[in-house]
């Protein structure tokens, strides 16, 4: 048997050796920056890769408009701001657009995104429209390239912030509001004004990226809570023009422990990152931002807009509604990372 094996292992060809010699592995680069930098630096890179330099187009058309949203508008998002450009008469450009096929699904995945055909048209549309402060610099690069005019909207999360995107579309289109989106609007403000009721007084801790935690701190802010802690989750050089910075690192977050111990939160805010938090401390987490993990249908959750705020202020009610009553002997107002109030309304244009 032994012979047997041995004249059989014979027969085995000898595995085939690369001659090439390997070059070490480089070392990783440090992590700077957030989601935000990161998808905006995609972002640039994909219209400098794909959109040629060109003057403005003699075909353009008035009723196309190129969408350049941020890295939280979710797959409902983004369907949500398809459906009020189209309520005026628009079409969309959308880059990148997650909002084709359906999210999850293998076989829809060659129908998903922009095609190379529509990114070659973007010079024929009217106007640009990106969502996010951190969606200025990739809008500045395609202005650049192709003299559409850019308008940038901070966020569409918000009774303000919905209000400046339909005003806009109005005056673009030339067209009154339509009766379903001002429908959307009334509802809304009743339901943010009966929110009010439940909500005002109550502490909120927010942990985000700087656009996020921006939008959602006006938006509590609206309803009349107070958001004593809010972090902002950067790591290395931001623009000075966004928010200080901090970094979720241990030692932080051991503070950030303590922060919400001392002003006795009754909500926190944030991803599924906060969630160990969250248990530790006994205090209810909303979901938003990313990663999130555990909760089914997140992406078809559309954050912006009347209808999508309306069902966000409703999902914050229910929120408030599991947190306990506490005695507070002390109010503080005192913050983690200092928000400064803009003086009146942010800038729209680029």
Partial sequence: MNELLRRDSSVLPEPARSTRRRSPRPLAEPFVGDLELGWAARASATI??????SSRSEHVSSRVINLLPGVHETWGAV??????????????????????????????ARLCGTTVSEIERVACSVRTLAIGDHMRQPARVLKAKTGVPVTVLPSVIGLEASDRLIALLSRLSGRAVPTR??????????????????????RVGVVAEPDLLQAFVRLFERLGAEVPVAVNCTRGAVPAARWPQLALSREQLGAMASLSREHELDLLVGSSH???????LRIPLFLVGSPIQGRVGYQ?????????????????????????????????????????????????DA
Wanted: with cysteine.
């Fill in 79 to 108: 369907s949500e701001l398809k459906e009020t450009l189209e309520a005026f008469g628009f079409g969309a450009r959308v880059l990148p657009d997650c909002a084709t096929g359906s999210p999850g699904r293998d076989d829809d």
């Fill in 300 to 348: 078809y959750r559309a954050l912006g807009g009347y209808r999508g705020t309306r069902e966000l202020v409703a999902e914050i009610r229910e929120a408030f509604s599991a947190c306990p009553r506490r005695r507070r002997a002390e109010r503080r107002t005192e913050s983690l990372v200092y928000l400064p109030r803009s003086q009146g309304a942010p800038r729209v």
């Fill in 48 to 53: 400098e890769a794909q959109v040629a330099y």
């Fill in 274 to 280: 906060v969630e160990p938090l969250a248990q530790a």
């Fill in 181 to 202: 989106i001002a429908k959307q609007r009334a509802q809304l403000f009743e339901v943010m004004a009966e929110t009010q009721v439940q909500v005002a007084g109550k």
